[in-house]
C-alpha cells in the first residue's frame, strides 16, 4: 500500500495567518491526491482534489499544490471556522490511503 | 435532498457479526461508486472498501478482505458492509462516502458507531 505521511501533526496557529501543511507519499501518485476538513464529531468534507482543484463551494484561501510524491495544502489567511484537523488522501491505486492528519489548534 | 444515511452499528462481541447499511437519497446512486471508510475513537481515517457502480469489482483494505463483504442493491439505493468476526481493533465509526469519479469522496454520510466489545 502506499503511505502518506503528513507534518506536522499539530499546528498552532493564530487567526489570520498562513498556513501549510505536508504530504508526502512513499511513491509517485502524479496528481491524484485530496484534501479534507474534519470537524469533531463530523463526517469529513472534502476541499481540494487533483491537488490543486478546488472543490465546489470551498472558500478560495485554500488552495493545493505538488504532483509525485510531495504536496502541501495552504491556507492563505486562517479563519475561525478553519480550526480543525485537515487529511490528504492518495488514490492513485484502487487502494486508497489517508494520512494521519494535521490537528490545526488556535495559539 | 441529498444525503447518505448508514444505520446497523452497535454493541457486538468479539467473534461477532453485524451488517452496516448505507441508504442513498438525491444521487444517482446507480452511477457512482461506493465506498465505507472508519475512524477509531481519537484516530484517523481508514479506507475499509469500495464497491463499483455495477458492483463488478469489490475492493478491500488488506486487514479486512476476508472478514468484510461489501454490496450494494441499486433498486433500493443502498450499499451494504457485512463485518463478520469482528474484533476489538474493528470499533470505530463507519462512513459510507461517493467516489465523485477517481477515488476521492465528495459525499458522506454521518457514520455509524460500531462497538467490539466483551
Known amino acids: 500500500d502506499i503511505q502518506m505521511t503528513q507534518s506536522p501533526s499539530t499546528l498552532s496557529a493564530s487567526i489570520g495567518d498562513r498556513v501549510t501543511i505536508t504530504c508526502r507519499a512513499s511513491?509517485?501518485?502524479?496528481?491524484?491526491l485530496a484534501w479534507y476538513q474534519q470537524k469533531p464529531g463530523k463526517a469529513p468534507k472534502v476541499l481540494i482534489y487533483?491537488?490543486?482543484t478546488l472543490e465546489s463551494g470551498v472558500p478560495p484561501r485554500f488552495s493545493g499544490s505538488g504532483s509525485g510524491t510531495e504536496f502541501t495544502l495552504t491556507i492563505s489567511s486562517l479563519q475561525p471556522d478553519d480550526f480543525a484537523t485537515y487529511y490528504c488522501q492518495q488514490y492513485n491505486s484502487y487502494s486508497v490511503t489517508f494520512g494521519q492528519g494535521t490537528k490545526v489548534e488556535i495559539k | 435532498e441529498v444525503q447518505l444515511v448508514e444505520s446497523g452499528g452497535g454493541l457486538v462481541k468479539p467473534g461477532g457479526s453485524l451488517r452496516l447499511s448505507c441508504a442513498a437519497s438525491?444521487?444517482?446512486?446507480?452511477?457512482?461508486?461506493m465506498n465505507w471508510v472508519r475512524q477509531a475513537p481519537g484516530r484517523g481515517l481508514e479506507w475499509v472498501s469500495s464497491?463499483?457502480?455495477?458492483?463488478?469489482?469489490?475492493y478491500y483494505a488488506n486487514s479486512m478482505k476476508d472478514r468484510f463483504t461489501i454490496s450494494r442493491d441499486n433498486a433500493k439505493n443502498s450499499l451494504y458492509l457485512q463485518m463478520n468476526g469482528l474484533r476489538a481493533e474493528d470499533t470505530a465509526v463507519y462512513y459510507c462516502a461517493r467516489d465523485r469519479g477517481g477515488g476521492y469522496f465528495d459525499l458522506w454520510g454521518r457514520g455509524t458507531l460500531v462497538t467490539v466489545s466483551s
Open positions: 511513491q509517485n501518485i502524479y496528481s491524484w
Open positions: 438525491g444521487i444517482t446512486f446507480s452511477s457512482s461508486s
Open positions: 487533483k491537488a490543486s
Open positions: 464497491i463499483t457502480s455495477d458492483s463488478n469489482y469489490l
